[in-house]
């Protein structure tokens, strides 16, 4: 009998042993579960370009809606079939997964943080709010009714949609916010943790200055109000020059532009000039046409018209060299789209310094300068009765037309920006695609395929599809009135 | 069969003494030893049990009797007077309810008593087509079981017991080797942890299915297999369990020196009903728009200058990939792909324009299978022994494919002194794979995608051999630009070859097996078992795209996986016997159990591409590779449990079992959990055994719950760190949110059943009733991505699951040559997601391409196929009557439409088996009745142009693909808006968008499959020479496997065939076809 005891003894020391901290089996060293919150924001600005920049059919087709590229293969997308490959899932999935829930983790983060000085940890802060604000801005830009204020809560599983005007006032009111709580004097992020400014402060209040007039515009058609204040108040702090512009430069020869990966290492040929945007340029001797464009082949200069599927890309022209290098900045915000926004306020009547042309003239110049252009160039194309303020569109357009014609162009490369100003001034007028399968879209629908927001967010998808007249990309946003 | 009498050896006389020490040996039929009987006298207390050998010692009074009882075995009694050694055999006991079951924790019991449902079937019965797989062998053959297999070479198969019952997790049955779990994991690309979210490989997204781990069990080493289907059965393995247990008992040494040589050849193709047929009548191209000098849209892509000729010429559009180009016209001269391949013999020449002689199909080749094995095995007074080694090798129907398998296997005991027994196995496996089947929507990889989806029906796949073999260049088909100087390169598809024969896998995995033993038999009503096992393997698996694939350079490039896996098993077990009186009978059973599971994996790729051709090393990578994604996590597990049987005059019993389990797991405040199970069985024939036409008969209910742990590492978020980007550090928050209020999980079990047999053991039925439900399961539910997180981890929900299932026997006609037996199973299980958590309605257990979704959804059974579907109008499909689209269907904008539900009604095997002197002829057909599967191969066809349907003439007698204004197009039933019969002609074109919803493509996954067949044909003894000879046995077997696909609604395609085993099925894209074997096996017993 006393023998059992020579085998229960060991096993139940062994047992006794292991039972001490069982939890601690748990973890897993091979990643941490405290981190500084640095480098949350870093992905996430890392990531907001990036979902800006690229171009792939499955992620960002703006520029195929704004007609400055064309799709050869996948042609649906510019057929307006987004659906087909996800793409309003994707774009939602980036920027609250990638982009605004690591904003969010990183701020609360720095909520508690003891150790850095409390100015900087401020800093710090506001800048993470202005970058929250951007993010939300163009969620509902591109949705209109998007979760707002139950979004970013892990337990709220199905956060309510919010009223897109509501949000976008309250953004207003944040970056009033933001802007009152960073002193440039004091430290912010570290010039590693900061792709956009290096954790410039004064740059970040001028970017957080000319962000409340990009939203306030937005509204200008529904809420004048809103717009003139803010534009009047806010433009003296707004950019003044390029010195302050934000252009990403995140991209390296590892963390590659996304264009340069589509175009140089998956080979693709299948992005080529949109017939409606090359036209143009070839119409107004534009100086710019040979940075956006190369030419095809035969050394011409070659669009392809939109929604047609191309067998031979080669009779086309393709996207610009400047695409074809790994680390393409991207212009972000900057002064050449606020003087566009100056020339609008003061044909809208606000009491903005200097004439609309003035303005509108330098918006011009900055453009072609970002691109490579020459004074002289600059000077010539001004100079052309078709491009002159007084005289652009044979002197019959509105103020409407002949900003948003030029704007059109110089957003060249930032195809949701220019997405938003082409809803709002309706000009110039897209070329149905060929193949197209609706009208204009003039939203995205809400995420219906992988993400699916019918799927994991049932009532209050249907709420707001009902309170937005329709999930559908006929149904305009609710600053979209003309 | 006769019965013999047993056997009373007298040796010797000896009268002098009161008491001697009798020293005996109790043998089976065949002589071999039986241990564990109770050898036991008749008049008085007292007696022992027999050792392994089957030998004990007893003090005997030199009179009186001795009762010898052992389970599975008809009681003996023996006049033991004046003996002095005695040798008994025992006779086995007649028919199925008198088998001995194995269950929980090896311990044998009569089936006769065993309180719940627990199915028993040979090893050889499972391995009787000679499977590679083991649980392939089990399909049709266990009721309760359902068991899907793919079509992939060493693909995994999903082996489930009664239903899903977690909603995300783990529904795969645990595998018990001789009381020792065994791992089971579905090792897919999906474990490869580069992949985000849940699931890739099992969604279609492209990948490898390495196989179920239990593919590792050697079948020629099994001895028995035993299903415990409920809980009541399984709970005492603690958490695991609740899905059901498959024990496997193996081989045991007997006694001499035995050895068995198996060699089997096999060879399949591919089952034409289960791949596609193509449309022959047009060839590439879509609805391109090709500026032809005169204006005209040939279809064709003019060339002014052609190859420098000075003269125009037409070429294919080689990147269509499509085929709604124009009409094949064997007149008509083409420059195709082959035009542009300078080692062409077609090079710069023009050909006609016809369909591929050499369909996709061609592709497809012979698959080899070969399989030998050794096994040899002794037993003697004091131990006994086995050794084997089994080598399987598997060519399969794919160009450049191969899994091979080695299986080593060693194990002892050894009686140290009277009342100790040592014990030791020892089994490795080695696995080695090249060229498994790359699943889903990878068209680099997966050839099904071009020949079931988007392909061109002008290529001829033995010209794309040729022009592969010739210089081992990715000749493709799908040139980008080929008259451009830069455009002879792979668009979206590389040659099939290329891609078979330079973008292969590779894996391999060592895996050892084994555990070392003390029995000690303490006193005669009290055995003590210590154990220590260990189940770990390492896996080395790297993939690879060659420089010169499509995708560019950045398209190139090598990735590796090196994982281990490990897990241990500390088990102490005491068992007791009472007879506490004459008729009550108390079995006891206290025990510990500590597991231990470790896991590690490391994968690293190369990045932008490779630079060096045909070097495969992370070190060759075009720009600097990212850091690798190393993964390590760890359970423990420490269980308690304890059990009781009590048995009253043999024919009623109460098993009463308790398990408490502490995991490292769950929340350190909540990481207890007891469970527990009770259960009854009555044998109501010990009263009715007058009743002549009865031969035996028994209830049984029982009531269980298991509870069941969190995934590691599922309580607290962790942050990922990726790679550098320049000096900036990028960390980021995990896409899943930990959850640290998960409580455990629990599965509730009642199950009610019969056993009854009629007519002296010819027929005989056993069916059980049971109901599940699995509460507070722990999910990770994908939620809004508004929240921040694609997925949180959550504890949701209630699954219910109930059903019948039913095994019948019979032999209907038994003579002395001739016999007729039949074994059929059925079983119907419904299940259904009574709830999930706060709000949630549904969740997303996969999302597909093509907008489809599989879901669990409250109210519903789990597994709901979501997507589009018509619009309906007065229950008819819904045309457009004006615009562009008048005639086509109006589709639903929301895809959130139930299209399907992938639960089968019922499943069904049935086994005839008949036997004629020597030969024997057993054939198995498989039954999956209902359930639904959605094929994105169809669904897609329809856009690549390749399904028949497009083609040929309309209701006018044109030609279908006519435009409409030619009198083309097709006219599709349904209604107008205003609810009249639609007569719009409409286009049949589609290259871009479909035609029809996706709800048209979920069909019926019903099958009945004539799974196995097989002749043997056994040499008899005398042909042998008799009972002397040196060669005891010679078995020759034809064997057929999925020879004969009876019936299926899916077209083209398996319904049963699935991307591998796991919760995600009911979806096919890329699917491969059925490989029908038939093969030749020689077993040798020496």
């Not at chain 1, 290098?325 to 900057?334: E, G, H, K, L, N």
């Not at chain 2, 690293?604 to 990212?626: D, E, F, H, K």
Request: hydrophobic share 35%.
């Amino acid at each position: 009998m006393k023998k059992i005891f020579l085998f229960i003894l060991p096993m139940s020391l062994l047992l006794g042993a292991c039972t001490k901290d069982i939890s601690s089996y748990n973890g897993n060293s091979k990643a941490p579960t405290t981190v500084p919150a640095g480098p949350l924001f870093t992905y996430a600005e890392y990531w907001l370009n990036y979902s800006l920049a690229d171009c792939s059919a499955y992620d960002n087709i703006f520029r195929h809606i704004v007609e400055y590229w064309s799709q050869a293969t996948n042609e649906d997308v510019a057929q307006y079939n987004f659906n087909l490959y996800n793409v309003p899932d994707n774009w939602w999935q980036r920027l609250y997964v990638n982009v605004l829930s690591n904003l969010h983790a990183s701020d609360s983060i720095l909520s508690q943080d003891v150790t850095d000085l409390p100015a900087t940890v401020a800093n710090e802060r506001a800048i993470i709010d202005v970058l929250e604000v951007y993010t939300f801005n163009t969620l509902v830009n591109s949705f209109g009714n998007v979760p707002y204020s139950q979004a970013l809560n892990p337990n709220i599983l199905t956060p309510v949609f919010d009223d897109a005007k509501t949000i976008q006032a309250d953004l207003l009111t944040r970056l009033t916010t933001d802007i009152s709580k960073m002193t440039s004097a004091n430290a912010s992020f570290t010039s590693t943790q900061d792709l956009l400014y290096g954790g410039n402060v004064a740059n970040w209040i001028a970017l957080a200055n000319s962000l409340k007039i990009q939203i306030a515009m937005t509204l200008a058609d529904v809420d004048n109000t809103t717009a003139q204040t803010v534009m009047e108040a806010s433009n003296s702090a707004a950019f003044q020059s390029t010195a302050t512009d934000a252009v990403w430069s995140s991209f390296t020869t590892i963390y590659y532009d996304p264009i340069y990966y589509s175009l140089v290492l998956d080979g693709r040929t299948d992005y080529l000039a949109c017939q409606t945007l090359m036209d143009t340029l070839i119409a107004y001797n534009d100086p710019r046409l040979p940075t956006f464009f190369g030419t095809n082949t035969s050394g011409q200069y070659v669009g392809s018209p939109i929604g047609l599927q191309e067998a031979s890309t080669g009779a086309f022209s393709k996207p610009g060299a400047i695409y074809y290098t790994a680390t393409c900045p991207y212009p972000f915000m900057d002064y050449m789209a606020m003087e566009f926004y100056r020339a609008e306020a003061i044909e809208r009547g606000y009491n903005v310094p200097g004439t609309a042309e003035q303005h509108y003239d330098t918006a011009i110049a900055l453009s072609i300068r970002y691109y490579g252009g020459t004074n002289a160039q600059v000077q010539a194309y001004l100079a052309q009765p078709s491009v002159a303020y007084s005289t652009a569109g044979g002197g019959t357009w509105t103020w409407r037309q002949k900003i948003g014609f030029q704007k059109w162009l110089a957003l060249y490369g930032r195809g949701m920006d220019s997405y938003t100003e082409l809803r709002r001034f309706d000009w110039p007028t897209m070329v149905p695609p060929v193949g197209a399968i609706s009208g204009f879209p003039y939203r995205m629908t809400y995420p219906a395929t992988t993400v699916s927001e019918q799927v994991l967010n049932p009532v209050n998808y249907a709420q707001a599809a009902a309170a937005i007249g329709g999930d559908n990309v006929s149904t305009k946003l609710y600053w979209d009135v003309n | 069969m006769a019965m013999l009498a047993f056997v009373l050896t007298v040796t010797g006389l000896q009268a002098m003494a009161q008491t001697i020490k009798l020293p005996g040996k109790v043998m089976d039929e065949k002589g071999d030893p039986v241990p564990g009987a109770s050898v036991r006298f008749a008049d008085q207390r007292g007696g022992v049990i027999t050792t392994d050998d089957g030998t004990f010692t007893i003090n005997s009074p030199l009179k009186g009797e001795l009762i010898i009882s052992a389970l599975g075995f008809t009681e003996k009694k023996v006049d033991i007077t004046g003996l002095t050694t005695l040798t008994v055999s025992l006779v086995k006991a007649n028919k199925e309810l008198d088998e001995v079951v194995v269950t929980a924790y090896g311990i044998k019991r009569a089936k006769n008593t065993l309180p719940y449902a627990a199915q028993t079937i040979s090893g050889d019965e499972a391995n009787k087509v000679r499977v590679t797989n083991i649980s392939a062998g089990l399909s049709g053959k266990v009721s309760g079981l359902q068991i899907i297999q793919n079509n992939e070479i060493g693909g995994s198969v999903n082996v489930v017991i009664r239903g899903a019952k977690s909603l995300t997790g783990n529904n795969q049955a645990l595998f018990v080797i001789d009381g020792v779990p065994f791992d089971n994991t579905t090792i897919t690309s999906n474990t490869n942890p580069a992949a985000s979210g849940p699931s890739t490989q099992n969604s279609g997204q492209g990948g490898y299915d390495f196989g179920n781990a239990a593919s590792d069990i050697n079948p020629d080493d099994i001895e028995t297999i035993t299903v415990l289907k409920g809980a009541a059965a399984s709970a005492l393995y603690g958490s695991r369990a609740a899905n059901g247990v498959i024990m496997i008992t193996t081989k045991k040494g007997r006694s001499g020196t035995n050895i068995t040589l198996n060699s089997g050849l096999t060879l399949g193709r591919m089952d034409k009903t289960t791949f596609v047929k193509l449309q022959n009548q047009y060839g590439a191209g879509r609805s391109d728009y090709f500026p032809n000098p005169t204006g005209t849209n040939t279809g064709f892509v003019y060339v002014a200058n052609i190859f420098g000729s000075g003269s125009p010429g037409f070429t294919t559009n080689t990147t269509a990939p499509r085929s709604w180009g124009p009409a094949f016209n064997k007149n008509l001269l083409i420059y195709q792909w082959d035009a542009f391949d300078p080692s062409s013999p077609t090079y710069e020449k023009a050909t006609p324009w016809v369909a591929g002689a050499h369909g996709p199909a061609y592709f497809y080749q012979t698959a080899i299978s070969n399989n030998n094995s050794i096994m040899l095995d002794g037993a003697s007074a004091k131990g006994s022994y086995k050794l084997g080694y089994t080598r399987t090798l598997d060519k399969g129907d794919m160009p450049n494919s191969t899994v091979s398998r080695n299986q080593f296997l060693f194990s002892g005991t050894y009686k140290i002194a009277d009342r100790l027994t040592a014990s030791a196995s020892a089994n490795y496996y080695y696995d080695n794979a090249l060229g498994r089947y790359s699943t889903g929507y990878d068209a680099d990889r997966n050839p099904n995608v071009v020949f079931r989806q988007y392909g061109e029906t002008n290529v001829d796949y033995k010209e794309q051999k040729e022009a592969y073999f010739r210089h081992y260049q990715n000749i493709t088909w799908n040139w980008t630009a080929p008259t451009t100087a830069t455009g002879l390169t792979a668009d979206f598809y590389n040659n099939p070859y290329w891609s078979a024969f330079q973008n292969y896998e590779d894996d391999n995995r060592g895996r050892f097996f084994g555990n070392t033993a003390l029995n000690y038999q303490a006193t005669d009503w009290l055995n003590i078992l210590a154990r220590i096992s260990i189940d770990e393997y390492n896996m080395f698996e790297e993939e690879r795209s060659a420089l010169g694939s499509e995708g560019g350079v950045a398209g190139s490039y090598y990735r590796r996986t090196n994982s281990s896996f490990g897990e241990i098993n500390y088990d102490l077990l005491a068992t007791g016997t009472h007879q506490l009186t004459s008729n009550l009978k108390l079995n006891e059973l206290l025990g510990t159990n500590i597991r231990k599971d470790n896991n590690s994996s490391i994968y690293a790729s190369t990045n932008q591409g490779l630079v060096i051709p045909l070097l495969y090393s992370i070190a060759n990578s075009a720009a600097t590779p990212n850091a690798p994604t190393e993964l390590q996590s760890a359970q423990v597990v420490d269980g308690y449990f304890a059990g009781a049987t009590l048995t009253y005059k043999d024919f009623l019993s109460l098993d009463g079992t308790f398990r408490r389990d502490i995991s490292s797991t769950l929340p350190s405040n909540n990481n207890a959990f007891d469970y527990y199970g009770v259960s009854g069985s009555w044998i109501f024939f010990q009263h009715l055994k007058d009743v002549p036409w009865l031969s035996s008969g028994k209830l049984r209910v029982n009531y269980a719950t298991v509870g069941n742990s969190a995934p590691p590492q599922s309580t607290y978020d962790q942050y990922t760190v990726n790679t550098n980007l320049g000096s900036s550090y990028l960390y980021s928050l995990p896409t899943t949110k930990a959850n640290n209020d998960l409580v455990p999980e629990r599965t509730n079990s009642e199950e009610a059943g019969l056993e009854i047999a009629f007519l002296k053991n010819r027929l005989g039925l056993d069916g059980s009733f049971y109901h599940t439900n699995s509460i507070n399961q722990i999910v990770p539910t994908q939620v809004s991505n508004a929240t921040g997180y694609e997925y949180k981890y959550v504890n949701a929900g209630n699954i219910e699951n109930q059903g019948v299932e039913l095994s019948l026997f019979g032999t209907p006609i038994q003579t002395r040559n001739f016999s007729w037996d039949v074994n059929l199973n059925w079983t119907r299980n419904r299940n259904k997601v009574l709830s999930l958590k706060n709000g949630l309605n549904n969740i997303v257990l996969a999302s597909f391409q093509g907008s489809v979704t599989l879901n669990a959804t409250v109210g519903k059974p789990y597994g709901i196929l979501e997507s589009g579907t018509y619009v309906y109008t007065n229950g008819q499909p819904t045309v457009n009557a004006t615009g562009a689209s008048a005639g086509l269907y109006e589709v639903a904008t929301n895809t959130n439409t139930p299209i399907g539900n992938v639960n089968p009604n019922w499943m069904g095997g049935i086994t005839n088996t008949f036997r004629y002197k020597a030969f024997s002829l057993s054939f198995l057909i498989d039954v999956r009745q209902g359930g639904s599967v959605f094929s994105l191969d169809q669904y897609y066809a329809q856009m690549g142009g390749l399904l028949p349907s497009t083609v040929g003439l309309n209701d006018l007698g044109n030609p279908k693909r006519d435009s409409v204004d030619q009198g083309g197009g097709v006219i599709y039933p349904g209604v107008t808006p205003d609810g009249k019969k639609n007569t719009i002609r409409a286009t049949v074109f589609s290259s871009t968008s479909t035609v029809y919803p996706q709800s048209k493509f979920a069909y019926d996954a019903s099958y009945i499959k004539l799974r196995e067949a097989s002749l043997t044909y056994h040499l008899p003894e005398k042909v042998l020479g008799g009972a002397q000879s040196w060669l005891k046995g010679v078995d020759l077997s034809l064997l057929g496997r999925n020879l004969w696909l009876i019936h299926k609604n899916l077209p083209m395609a398996d319904p049963e065939d699935n991307f591998s085993a796991g919760n995600v099925q009911g979806y096919q894209s890329g699917a491969y076809p059925t490989v029908r074997s038939l093969g030749l096996n020689l077993k040798l017993k020496f």
